[in-house]
């Protein structure tokens, strides 16, 4: 996971998706994977740009104003999904974390994810706490930076553990790189970091960036604004060339 870690720095309530973002129509979403495959695209997408607001600073969290900041001048409101146990190797949730004293309306995101997780049969939304590994810990961030389309976010190291935690700031999201070729260095990114349906991954991926989709049995392109993205996969899904 190199290149997160080179990314991302370490040591209001959100309602999930907004009209700003293109929803594409699917059924829910019933493993972790499909998850990934659904919003891991876009939120890597903003992962970049977020990067690129915050720089090198450091960062601090005020759990009772319910911020984070990156120096005096970023100061971003944020839901608390869970934390990490760096000596235990294990993942527990802001809603199952009784003894933190979190207050409900920084954790409206998790428990709308453990919701979702109980509806849908995802352990991993629904289940206190489980074995993990840091790596991993991007796996929360994007699917809850997708699903409650978050401006980013961020993983919180205090040495002991981490808290990764998810922002919605218009500071962030004016931004945001629009330019199309994007997509030429964002989705090989993110499929060469999680095992996915790279087919399935690049068509929300697009539908999310407001692209129109025109899908084939090996090909799937996107246009927009005068320019065009075509993905070509082979018969497992995989992608074998991407061009725009």
Same mark, same amino acid.
């Given at each position: ?40 695209? &876009? ?16 960062? $601090? ?6 911020? &984070? ?24 949730? =802001? ?10 309306? &920084? ?8 919701? *979702? ?37 961020? /993983? =919180?190291? *205090?040495?002991?553990? =981490? ?8 500071? &962030? ?7 199309? /070729? ?18 399935? =991954?690049?068509?929300? *991926? ?13 090909? /799937? ?18 992608? /074998? $060339?991407?061009?725009?």
């Amino acid at each position: 996971m190199g290149l997160f870690n080179k990314i991302f720095g370490q040591s209001d309530q959100q309602k999930p998706e907004t009209n700003q973002q293109q929803q594409p129509e699917q059924k829910p979403c019933k493993t972790e994977q499909e998850l990934l495959e659904h919003y891991g695209g &876009i939120a890597l997408d903003k992962q970049m740009d977020f990067g690129e607001v915050i720089g090198d600073n450091n960062w $601090n969290v005020n759990i009772q104003q319910g911020t &984070i900041s990156f120096g005096e001048d970023l100061v971003f409101p944020i839901q608390v999904l869970g934390t990490f146990s760096h000596s235990s190797q294990t993942w527990l949730w =802001a809603w199952a974390n009784t003894q933190s004293g979190l207050p409900e309306s &920084i954790m409206q995101q998790a428990l709308q994810l453990k919701k *979702y997780g109980e509806e849908n049969g995802i352990d991993l939304l629904s289940s206190n706490t489980f074995d993990f590994s840091a790596d991993e810990l991007h796996l929360m961030g994007m699917i809850a930076s997708g699903m409650f389309n978050a401006s980013g976010y961020y /993983i =919180a190291d *205090y040495g002991q553990g =981490a808290m990764v935690v998810t922002m919605k700031s218009d500071v &962030i999201d004016k931004a945001r790189n629009t330019d199309h /070729i994007r997509v030429l260095t964002a989705f090989p990114q993110l499929i060469s970091q999680f095992d996915m349906d790279h087919k399935n =991954a690049f068509k929300s *991926y697009l539908t999310f960036k407001g692209y129109q989709v025109t899908e084939k049995e090996n090909s /799937i392109e996107g246009t927009k604004d005068g320019n065009s993205v075509t993905g070509e996969f082979d018969d497992l899904s995989r992608l /074998i $060339n991407l061009k725009g």
